[in-house]
């Protein structure tokens, strides 16, 4: 009897939970990221033209005056970018009523409250000193809306409400009419429309953000009017992912002498140099992540700032690229600078995934002259097989026939001889002059783990010589007293290479196999 009880209590719990909730999807909820844009068609307040992406998330607890509230978090670029993240205010949502408030030392500048803003609106001078303001009514709507545009009351007409799908589910949209064009209002979403504005602003003239999506658990679950079909899709592999390292090897012929080193590129956090002004460096340079340039195959150190780097969706941008002047004063690189903007900035890689066959119009038609690339010699060949990703590859062709380089989703450039990740497609030297050096892909590390073979890998060099048991570099009989001092000391066992046999054991039979492979040389 008890049993049935507790089953009736609840089932009657959960069909009063229905009822209450009548369809309404809250506006306050975690899991879910507002994609929206800037836009400019012009040089508008220092910004390049064309779109800068940020992310909104509601996401953590706290507690302001006694009440609860989730933070509204900004990241730079498509997705959550950890290392550029703002919370510009602090929301709670009660009988379908969502609030704001700005608590006291949070960012205050990107959160704009209606389209009066501009002209002295008292809701966001509300917002900014503290008090708490009533962001979006789902109950009230017309009035609500009628108050938000006070100025401008007499050109403001409500159409109606509708449903709209969100995520498989119908959900309440109300439409409004300003000056004959229509913006929309939607539960669980937030402002959309034609006019800019986004979920934390109901628009500005003045201020062009636009909402173009929302996704929830990694799907898009409303394309706004706005909407721009830039996201990365599925499986594609980002250049900017941290733990990322590019080492590369240097061959240089001094006079017939040659000489070859390695070096590490290394891509990782915020750019925060000082000779960049703090004004114009958050607003220009927000998400910017700078590239590290390291002696050796190996990290050691802080290593040296060598460019500063800016993530968008299809391309990377490289930012005050010095390799790259230094590689392009000297008439060494094939590709003249293909996009300046602020501060010289330099188009370093295109990847557009809708139209793979773009890269190569911008790769053949974008360089110095004489063309060297063309469509003919520079193709879209089969993918290739990456840390879990399919990545799109573009193979450079000579004359010959022969594959002098690749460019690669994720990697960048691929060649024995032509360009390292900064200074890509660059000129071989002349085969007759008394110094030539040439730069070439060995492999890429991903945490610790060699997750690409590049052209120029060498595994002796990488991986070490197996049979070189005192690890000076060399094979020789210096090596056989080694690894006969580690059969008669056992604490000696450490050294790196011992069982040259394979065997899995060691013993005399090692110091004849290596007494062998000396002799058979």
């Known amino acids: 009897m008890k049993k049935i009880l507790m089953i009736m209590t609840m089932a009657f719990l ?111 001078n509300m917002a900014r000193s503290g008090q708490e303001i009533i962001l979006y009514e789902f109950n009230e709507t017309e009035a609500y809306y009628k108050y938000i545009y006070t100025f401008d009351s007499n050109h403001l007409s409500y159409l109606g409400v509708d ?3 969100v995520g498989g589910q119908q959900v309440n949209r109300h439409t409004f009419n300003r000056h004959e ?5 939607i539960e669980g979403i937030g402002y959309d429309g034609f006019y800019p504005g986004y979920p934390l602003s109901y628009g500005e003239d003045g201020f062009p953000y636009y909402l173009s999506h929302v996704v929830q658990d990694g799907r898009i679950i409303y394309k706004g009017v706005n909407y721009l079909d830039v996201a990365p899709p599925d499986g594609r592999m980002p250049m900017e992912r941290e733990g990322m390292q590019w ?5 240089t012929i001094d006079h017939g002498v040659t000489k070859s080193e390695y070096y590490t590129y290394e891509i990782g956090g915020k750019d925060a140099r000082g000779d960049i002004s703090s004004d114009n460096y958050e607003k220009i340079y927000a998400g910017a992540r700078y590239c590290r340039y390291y002696e050796g195959m190996k990290p050691d150190g802080d290593g040296e700032i060598v460019c500063s780097l800016k993530f968008d969706s299809w391309d990377e941008r490289a930012i005050d690229n010095t390799i790259m002047d230094k590689v392009a004063s000297e008439g060494r690189n094939l590709m003249r ?44 060949v089969e993918p290739v097989e990456i840390d879990g990703y399919s990545c799109n590859r573009y193979a450079y062709v000579d004359e010959s026939g022969e594959v002098q380089c690749y460019l690669i989703e994720g990697i960048g450039i691929d060649s024995r001889d032509m360009g390292d990740l900064l200074a890509p497609f660059t000129r071989k030297p002349d085969p007759d002059a008394d110094y030539q050096e040439y730069c070439g892909l060995s492999h890429v590390i991903k945490d610790g783990k060699i997750i690409y073979k590049g052209m120029r890998y060498n595994a002796e060099a990488v991986e070490g010589n197996p049979y070189d048991v005192d690890g000076d570099g060399q094979v020789n009989i210096a090596d056989v007293t080694a690894l006969v001092d580690m059969l008669m000391s056992p604490q000696t066992l450490l050294m790196q ?25």
């Open 163 to 165: 449903m709209v799908e």
């Open 497 to 521: 290479h011992a069982d040259v046999d394979g065997s899995g054991e060691l013993n005399i039979a090692d110091v004849t196999f290596l007494i062998d492979y000396i002799l058979g040389r």
């Open 337 to 380: 600078r293909m996009f300046v903007g602020a501060d010289n900035m330099e188009l370093l890689y295109y990847f557009d995934h809708k139209n793979p066959e773009y890269v190569l119009y911008y790769y053949t038609h974008f360089q110095q002259s004489p063309k060297i690339l063309t469509s003919d010699n520079f193709t879209l």
């Open 181 to 185: 064009r229509d913006f929309y209002f």
């Open 247 to 251: 080492v590369f090897e240097r061959v």
């Open 14 to 124: 959960g069909l009063s939970q229905v009822v209450a909730q009548d369809g309404y999807t809250p506006f306050v909820r975690e899991g879910v990221q507002w994609v929206c844009y800037f836009y400019c068609d012009n040089d508008y307040m220092g910004f390049e033209p064309g779109q800068t992406f940020f992310t909104l998330e509601l996401k953590g607890d706290t507690v302001i005056n006694g009440k609860e509230y989730k933070m509204m978090h900004k990241y730079s670029g498509i997705g959550v970018n950890p290392d550029d993240d703002t919370v510009l205010a602090c929301l709670r949502e009660e009988d379908r009523v969502v609030y704001a408030i700005i608590p006291e030392g949070m960012a205050s500048n990107s959160f704009l409250v209606g389209y009066g803003d501009v002209w002295g609106n008292s809701l966001y």
